[in-house]
């Protein structure tokens, strides 16, 4: 997965803001700037075939009324009940946190 930003080759880089999950696909973007405001397009690629979908654009816009309130904070975790690995090989677990 990827995502690109208001125009192709424009992608969102990952860094201390925002992450892209490998696993559903899902950016996150924590505390909002204006400078994140904008139009973003997933684009996922098929590592075997090359081939790619784009989504549709999805605008991001702020809002500056503070309807959007406070938010208790709370970790957002959808791990199955059981993580099964073999011995030296890479698990990667996400964890969310979400709030104000």
Known sequence: YS???NEFPSFVAEDSRRFISQETGN???SKVQTSDVGSY?????????NDRVLSPPTPLTLRNDGV???????????FPYTVTAA??????LECFALGK
Request: net charge positive.
């Open 68 to 78: 959007m309130g406070e938010y208790e904070p709370k970790i957002e975790v959808h």
């Open 27 to 29: 950016l996150y973007i």
């Open 87 to 92: 011995r030296g090989t890479t698990v990667k």
């Open 3 to 5: 995502w690109v930003f």
């Open 41 to 49: 397009i997933c684009l996922v690629k098929n590592t075997v075939t």
